[in-house]
T-cell receptor, first 112, second 115 residues
Framework: AQSVTQLDSQVPVFEEAPVELRCNYSSSVSVYLFWYVQYPNQGLQLLLKYLSGSTLVKGINGFEAEFNKSQTSFHLRKPSVHISDTAEYFC??????????FGAGTRLFVKA | DGGITQSPKYLFRKEGQNVTLSCEQNLNHDAMYWYRQDPGQGLRLIYY???????QKGDIAEGYSVSREKKESFPLTVTSAQKNPTAFYLCASSIVGLGNTGELFFGEGSRLTVL
């Protein structure tokens, strides 16, 4: 069975500082990996995804993530955050498109 | 614009009442899903459907029911048997078959509060 662990439930950071949101997964087979963002009282929208190929994936809003197979990690990074990045971020995995599993989420607070 | 529409956005109900949450999509996706979101618990799968007139229980189906009479629609009923129904409910859809990566497209959610 697959599982996803988001290592930080909350991450406070000052505006214009870099941020990393950590995600580890467990799976005995190859997986597809995703990061979604959720703004308050809204649905989730896709930030980026890793399917195959280059391990560094670029997404919307200046975010990027690196797939590390040996570490079974898929950490999300942004070099300089804005107040508008305050949201909850979810890491997710799926095995060939079957049953997507979500982590518990990381709340990113960007302070002025 | 293609997307998923959930209604109502906010819903208040008394304990013991059944409520139905609407989910409609015009993305021409075969698969539709209902998730429940509680603070600090991520998203938990309630029911999913990969084809019209067929649906499967997810991880927390007890106290919920669904129907899939049309490709575009997947309503969720929260019954009086659901012990703790106050939550944020999210509907999602995806393609099925070749090209399906597990990427989900979400609606804006429905917040149910039971008084």
């Amino acid at each position: 069975a697959q599982s996803v662990t988001q290592l930080d439930s909350q991450v406070p950071v000052f505006e214009e500082a870099p941020v990393e949101l950590r995600c580890n997964y467990s799976s005995s087979v190859s997986v597809y990996l995703f990061w979604y963002v959720q703004y308050p009282n809204q649905g989730l929208q896709l930030l980026l995804k890793y399917l195959s190929g280059s391990t560094l994936v670029k997404g919307i809003n200046g975010f990027e993530a690196e797939f590390n197979k040996s570490q079974t990690s898929f950490h999300l990074r942004k070099p300089s955050v804005h107040i508008s990045d305050t949201a909850e971020y979810f890491c997710a995995v799926s095995v060939r498109g079957f049953k997507t599993i979500f982590g518990a989420g990381t709340r990113l607070f960007v302070k002025a | 614009d293609g997307g998923i529409t959930q209604s109502p956005k906010y819903l208040f109900r008394k304990e013991g009442q059944n409520v139905t949450l609407s989910c409609e999509q015009n993305l021409n996706h075969d698969a539709m899903y209902w998730y429940r979101q509680d603070p600090g618990q991520g998203l938990r799968l309630i029911y999913y459907s990969q084809i019209v007139n067929d649906f499967q229980k997810g991880d927390i189906a007890e106290g919920y029911s669904v129907s899939r009479e049309k490709k575009e629609s997947f309503p969720l009923t929260v019954t009086s048997a659901q012990k703790n129904p106050t939550a944020f409910y999210l509907c999602a859809s995806s393609i099925v078959g070749l090209g399906n990566t597990g990427e989900l497209f979400f609606g804006e959610g429905s917040r149910l509060t039971v008084l």
